[in-house]
């Protein structure tokens, strides 16, 4: 296992600088909460100064005058129900403060999410991803519903604590200032030792949760070829190595929290003790003092027990803190959106020596050039990884190319606005994706300008309609997700109506009818026709009898244009695409 670099004291004070900048909006309620939290701490230090009160003044001397005595148990009462409800008020405000933070972040991290560019995904697994968003925010939580609110507390206490030992006995309250470098000490030391420990432990359940998801995600295949056995192995090395972290951090809690307060909580009680032994050989000691005393160090350990009890949860929060900001910051976002009021009208797509590489090494498109008129139909075709996804790509702004230019009516697609983009390129996807939902809110997907017959008018046009009022609920049968329930071409049919639905100026379909029987791809072919009147089309095609009527065919090699013309001319060149129609038909070419 690789270690991981500890954090300086500088990057965690700048890690929870930035977790405290969301609690901003919350100043009128964390300002409420303080004062509550000042009235308990007044009543925690108030209670052990009556029982004083009551032992010196009144059992030391044998004075039990009624009047005093139950005015001195009356305000004990009063003070102990009072920081009862008290502390339930303030403990309910700080909780709900650090909720609502917590939200926010989430909100924060699920927008980030869908703003990344799709480079990110590319390199990072989907279940690291939602680890970030989930268990780490989860553990971010446990600071600000837990950790903070002790050490708030905990500041409090000890200051009244302080406050009350000088007023009673000055030199016993110097004595009681020099256990706090003790125990800061033992803090910045537990700090140093587990971040290593926490990160190892982040990452390696970061690791699970993307294993996880990789199985799930490709169980049908795991189990088709026999790869249970070698997933299971891989799981169980992953979980050792976070197992072993958990020890590791065990071992450390261990030793460095609860325990070692402990000996220096018996150890300050025993020379406080040892203090007044001595001191009553020369002059007598107030029993009641020596009470206050005993309780006030008691209560000042008892706020450093409960912070180092949640240093841990500290420590995991901070690293999380660290990973989530770095999803936050990640640079790798969608293109600059432009906020022009500029409209796509004709559909007219230009590219002009387009050049793009996915890893900056080695280019997929290489001076791509051509033009597609209004009302045209442009055909893609080319042997797997030949470019042809990758213009689609470009084009939809999914990634941003480095070389050339593309012009949609004679303007950059930089300079239109990411929502008419997408809202004028109407995008059909080999492998269409469901959401969970209806069949009608998958066609709308909550576009409040579609009513229920334009949806309706959609399913018609591709066809689909048959087959959806087929279904017992019809529109509103229940889709799961990823639309597992229905096959292959009702999937599909159901993303035509959803791209047919917008009214789209710009058709593009990736391959769009691969994963229709040859019986729906003919029932379709004449809805794709009527689809792709008065809208300019790019389609990318295995099935070169899909696009014989295409206006023009790119023939795509190695990232490169080698071959552009119609289907009969493409045939009478005899290259490439000459011999894939030959292959595709079962012909074989004489020589």
């Known amino acids: ?125 989907a279940g690291a991803i939602v680890s970030r968003a989930t268990n780490d925010t989860e553990a971010i939580k446990d600071l600000f519903v837990s950790v903070l609110i002790s050490i708030v507390q905990a500041a409090f206490l000890i200051i009244g604590v302080y406050v009350a030992m000088f007023l009673l006995n000055p030199m016993l309250a110097l004595f009681a200032v020099v256990l706090l470098p003790v125990i800061i000490y033992i803090i910045y030391l ?95 000691v107030e029993v009641g003092v020596v009470y206050a005393f005993v309780s006030y160090i008691s209560r000042f350990f008892e706020p450093i027990n409960q912070m180092m009890e949640r240093l841990s949860l500290f420590q995991q929060a901070i690293v999380a803190s660290s990973r989530v900001f770095e999803l936050l910051d990640d640079t790798n976002v969608e293109p600059k959106q432009n906020t022009t009021d500029l409209e796509i009208t004709d559909g007219k797509i230009e590219f002009q020596n387009v050049s793009f590489s996915y890893d900056g090494a080695q280019d997929v498109l290489k001076n791509i050039s051509f033009t597609v008129h209004p009302g045209e139909t442009v055909a893609l075709v080319g042997h797997t990884g030949s470019g042809k996804s990758s213009i689609i790509n470009m084009l939809m702004r999914f990634y941003e190319f480095e070389r050339g230019a593309i012009l949609i009516d004679g303007v950059s697609i930089r300079e239109y606005s990411q929502h008419e983009l997408r809202r004028k390129l109407g995008l059909v996807l080999q492998d269409p994706f469901l959401f969970y939902g209806t069949v009608a809110s998958n066609i709308r997907l909550y576009n409040d300008e579609l009513s229920d017959q334009d949806v309706r008018e959609a399913a018609k046009f591709v066809q689909a309609d048959s087959f959806i009022e087929s279904l017992p609920n019809s529109y509103y049968q229940k889709v799961t997700e990823r639309g597992s329930t229905f096959s292959s071409g009702q999937r599909q049919l159901i993303a035509f109506a959803r791209t047919i639905a917008t009214n789209p100026k710009v058709l593009i379909l990736d391959e769009a009818t691969a994963s229709i029987d040859t019986e729906t791809e003919v029932a379709i072919q004449a809805s794709l026709n009527k689809m792709r009147k008065g809208r300019t089309t790019i389609a990318i095609a295995h099935r070169l009898s899909t696009i014989q009527d295409a206006e023009q065919i790119l023939v795509l090699h190695q990232g490169e244009i080698v071959e552009c013309g119609n289907h009969q001319q493409l045939l009478a060149q005899k290259g490439l695409y000459h011999k894939m129609y030959l292959l595709q038909n079962g012909i074989v070419e004489v020589e």
């Open 1 to 125: 296992m690789k270690d991981k670099p500890t954090f300086s004291r500088k990057e965690q004070a700048a890690i929870l600088k930035r977790l405290l900048s969301y609690l901003k909006p919350h100043k009128k309620a964390i300002a409420f909460a303080l004062l509550l939290l000042v009235l308990t701490v007044t009543g925690d230090v108030l209670g052990p100064y009556i029982i004083k009160v009551f032992l010196d003044e009144h059992v030391a001397l044998r004075s039990f005058e009624q009047g005093p005595i139950l005015f001195l148990a009356g305000s004990y009462i009063l003070i102990q129900l009072l920081n009862v409800v008290i502390s339930y008020f303030q403990q309910l405000r700080f909780q709900e403060i650090a909720l609502k933070v917590i939200r926010q972040l989430r909100i924060d991290v699920f927008t980030k999410i869908h703003g990344l560019g799709m480079r990110y995904f590319d390199r990072v697994p």
């Open 190 to 284: 537990y700090r140093k030792l587990s971040s290593v420990i926490y990160m190892a432990m982040r990452e390696k359940l970061s690791e699970l949760n993307a294993k996880l998801s990789e199985s799930l995600s490709g169980m049908s295949i795991i189990q088709a070829f026999r790869q249970e056995s070698r997933f299971n192995k891989e799981f169980d090395v992953i979980n050792e190595q976070h197992y072993k972290a958990m020890m590791d951090n065990t071992k450390l809690n261990s030793l460095l929290l609860r325990p070692i307060i402990d000996l220096v909580y018996f150890a300050a009680i025993v020379l406080l003790l040892t203090y007044f032994g001595l001191t009553s050989l020369q002059t007598a």
